[in-house]
């Protein structure tokens, strides 16, 4: 599935590959401008996690095939993604984990405004942990 899609590895772990970048352009608030929207390709391997990271606009994250998904959301609680539930959302700026549920999993990821890297971040566990005290053990599972 990776080599058919012509997916590449992402930073939080797994691999995705953009499938759509809107030419609308806007204009934030702070001054950054951006698409309005962008969508990928996700999959998770088997026994694969999205270890904590945070993208500062709202996500939507699709099931398309596979094994169910769990995704983890740092104050919002857990959304458990398959055919039956193929949709969840991740507010921006939320932390969030995926993990795949006894298979690979291919998910799609729609972000708006559009997603860039810039607006991306990787967790720092000790920071969240102490953040999220509750979730101690969780946060340091899904940890890279």
Known sequence: MV?????????E????????????????PDGRVRSASTAIHYVLPPDAWST????????????YDGAPLR?????????????????????AGMWQAAESQGGAVLCGCTVAPGFEFDDFELGDVEALVSQFPGDRELIRRLAR
Do not use: K
Request: proline letters at 9%; hydrophobic letters at 35%; glycine letters at 10%.
């Open 71 to 91: 995704l983890h959301r740092l104050g919002l609680g857990e959304a458990r993604l398959d055919r039956e539930t193929p949709q969840a959302v991740v507010p």
């Open 52 to 63: 904590w990271h945070r993208v500062h606009a709202d996500e939507i994250w699709h099931h």
């Open 13 to 28: 772990g797994g691999f995705y590959g953009e499938t759509f970048r809107s030419p609308l352009r806007l204009t934030l």
């Open 3 to 11: 080599r058919r899609l012509g997916l590449r590895p992402h930073p």
